[in-house]
């Protein structure tokens, strides 16, 4: 009899171990499920980050001295900037060419950073610092910022 009591405990002890060490596998993979969501939310939130000092301009109305700052803060970046005043429709493209289609941009040819036109008051070109511009953010087909468009109101 002692031994048939012993052989229920031993078979009830490995019972129990079995059912707390699946208990565990089942938290572990919640767990993990939960920490995948929580890395893919930060990566995204840190990507925003990065491309936050260009975003900005996405719908904001800027002054032309704040237009002329961003031609000199993106110079050295592969980014094209495209100035339309009301002397100059068509606009004009600076850093980088892009082409634009249905709201995707593509980096064309590097564009001279020549600001003496957007600065001579007589030209075309004049960027007004006291005018005011909307900025439109333009991407290519992987998600990268490639234009920031200004055009004056």
Same mark, same amino acid.
């Given at each position: 009899?002692?031994?048939?009591?012993?052989?229920?405990?031993?078979?009830?002890?490995?019972?129990?171990? #079995?059912?707390?060490?699946?208990?565990?596998?089942?938290? *572990?993979?919640?767990?993990?499920?939960? &920490?995948?969501? &929580?890395?893919?939310?930060i990566d995204q939130m840190n990507g925003d980050?990065?491309? /936050?000092?260009?975003?900005?301009?996405?719908?904001? +109305?800027? /002054?032309?001295? +704040?237009?002329? %700052?961003?031609? %000199?803060?993106?110079?050295? +970046?592969?980014?094209?900037?495209?100035?339309?005043?009301?002397?100059?429709?068509?606009? $004009?493209?600076?850093?980088?060419?892009? $082409? #634009?289609? /249905?709201?995707?941009?593509?980096?064309?040819? &590097?564009?001279? *950073? =020549? *600001? $003496?036109?957007?600065? =001579?008051? $007589?030209?075309?070109?004049?960027?007004?610092?006291n005018g005011r511009f909307t900025g439109k953010?333009?991407?290519? +087909? =992987?998600?990268?910022?490639?234009?920031? /468009?200004?055009?004056?109101?």
């Open positions: 009899m002692d031994n048939s009591i012993k052989a229920i405990i031993i078979g009830a002890s490995v019972v129990i171990c #079995l059912v707390i060490v699946s208990i565990g596998f089942l938290v *572990l993979r919640q767990g993990q499920d939960t &920490a995948k969501v &929580a890395v893919n939310k980050l990065k491309d /936050s000092d260009k975003t900005m301009y996405d719908g904001l +109305e800027v /002054s032309g001295s +704040e237009v002329v %700052n961003a031609l %000199n803060k993106f110079k050295k +970046e592969n980014i094209g900037i495209q100035v339309k005043t009301s002397k100059d429709a068509s606009g $004009t493209w600076y850093i980088y060419n892009v $082409t #634009l289609a /249905s709201d995707i941009g593509n980096l064309a040819a &590097a564009a001279p *950073l =020549n *600001l $003496t036109d957007a600065l =001579n008051e $007589t030209h075309n070109r004049y960027i007004n610092p953010v333009y991407r290519n +087909e =992987n998600g990268v910022i490639t234009a920031i /468009s200004f055009t004056q109101k």
